[in-house]
């Protein structure tokens, strides 16, 4: 009984991971075909009257002469280097939903957080797995309210921080320093929750703490759990991050 149950179990968990991503892609489909400017033409009529996008200000002309739109399905692709800096959360979400892409608000985790929407925008939005191709960008924020705010960046795009692989391979994070870094933040180490479950095999911090690489064994399936541990000028106190995960999965 008790296989039966587990293997139920386990059913009834993949069906439900089908169903989200099911309806997650539904709702992308919908808010594409409910866009309400897929065209040149549409832009134009849309730029004539108040608009989301009169939130852009100055950086409005740049933006709107990166739009292309597809000829097939009107989809449109963008320079969205003008929506990472200086708007709310809430200013990118009605931006992106003129073009149906409001389900990426993931991508902007720097937007500016004002509002409770604000805040429920940037809090529920779902990031995509980092990969082991290229370099991890991290950036390690301190907010006015002096919590710290750990976001991660790949090739450009918002990713979670997490890492699945396939095969042996060397993860390498590099930190990123803002106005609203901490100052002198230096990576001195990593920290596991289970240290002796072999997922990771080597850690590497780079001479001047601004890197990090993980070496994992594609041998010893599972997660592990870790955490950054930093050290900075303003504090003696140990900075660790929330733990991102490394996932060994061989295909």
Same mark, same amino acid.
């Given at each position: 009984?008790?296989?039966?149950?587990?293997?139920?179990? @386990?059913?009834?968990? %993949?069906?439900? /991971? $089908?169903? *989200? &991503?099911? !309806? #997650?892609?539904?709702?992308?489909?919908?808010?594409?075909?409910?866009?309400?400017?897929?065209?040149?033409?549409?832009?134009?009529?849309?730029?004539?009257?108040?608009?989301?996008?009169?939130?852009?200000?100055?950086?409005?002309? @740049?933006?709107?002469? %990166?739009?292309? /739109? $597809?000829? *097939? &399905?009107? !989809? #449109?692709?963008?320079?969205?280097?003008?929506?990472?800096?200086?708007?709310?959360?809430?200013?990118?979400?009605?931006?992106?939903?003129?073009?149906?892409?409001?389900?990426?608000?993931?991508?902007?985790?720097?937007?500016?957080?004002?509002?409770?929407?604000?805040?429920?925008?940037?809090?529920? &939005?779902?990031?995509?797995?980092?990969?082991?191709?290229?370099?991890?960008?991290?950036?390690?924020?301190?907010?006015?309210?002096?919590?710290?705010?750990?976001?991660?960046?790949?090739?450009?795009?918002?990713?979670?921080?997490?890492?699945?692989?396939?095969?042996?391979?060397?993860?390498?994070?590099?930190?990123?320093?803002?106005?609203?870094?901490?100052?002198?933040?230096?990576?001195?180490?990593?920290?596991?929750?289970?240290?002796?479950?072999?997922?990771?095999?080597?850690?590497?911090?780079?001479?001047?703490?601004?890197?990090?690489?993980?070496?994992?064994?594609?041998?010893?399936?599972?997660?592990?759990?870790?955490?950054?541990?930093?050290?900075?000028?303003?504090?003696?106190?140990?900075?660790?991050?929330?733990?991102?995960?490394?996932?060994?999965?061989?295909?």
């Amino acid at each position: 009984m008790k296989t039966v149950s587990k293997l139920s179990a @386990a059913i009834l968990t %993949s069906l439900l /991971f $089908s169903s *989200a &991503a099911i !309806q #997650a892609a539904t709702q992308q489909q919908i808010d594409a075909a409910l866009a309400p400017v897929k065209s040149a033409a549409m832009l134009q009529a849309t730029l004539s009257q108040p608009s989301a996008l009169d939130a852009l200000g100055d950086e409005l002309p @740049a933006f709107i002469a %990166s739009i292309q /739109f $597809s000829n *097939a &399905a009107g !989809q #449109a692709t963008f320079d969205n280097s003008q929506l990472q800096t200086n708007l709310t959360a809430t200013e990118v979400y009605q931006i992106l939903a003129l073009f149906g892409q409001q389900s990426t608000i993931g991508q902007y985790p720097d937007a500016l957080a004002y509002s409770d929407t604000d805040r429920l925008l940037l809090e529920n &939005a779902v990031l995509p797995f980092c990969s082991a191709d290229s370099p991890i960008k991290l950036r390690v924020i301190l907010k006015n309210d002096n919590q710290v705010k750990f976001n991660y960046r790949q090739a450009g795009v918002a990713c979670d921080g997490n890492v699945e692989l396939t095969e042996n391979t060397s993860i390498t994070y590099k930190l990123v320093h803002t106005k609203r870094t901490p100052k002198g933040l230096r990576i001195t180490g990593a920290g596991f929750t289970n240290p002796f479950d072999a997922h990771i095999k080597r850690v590497t911090v780079g001479e001047d703490g601004q890197s990090l690489t993980l070496e994992n064994d594609i041998s010893n399936t599972g997660v592990s759990k870790w955490q950054f541990i930093f050290s900075n000028d303003d504090s003696d106190l140990i900075l660790v991050s929330p733990d991102p995960q490394v996932i060994n999965r061989p295909s």
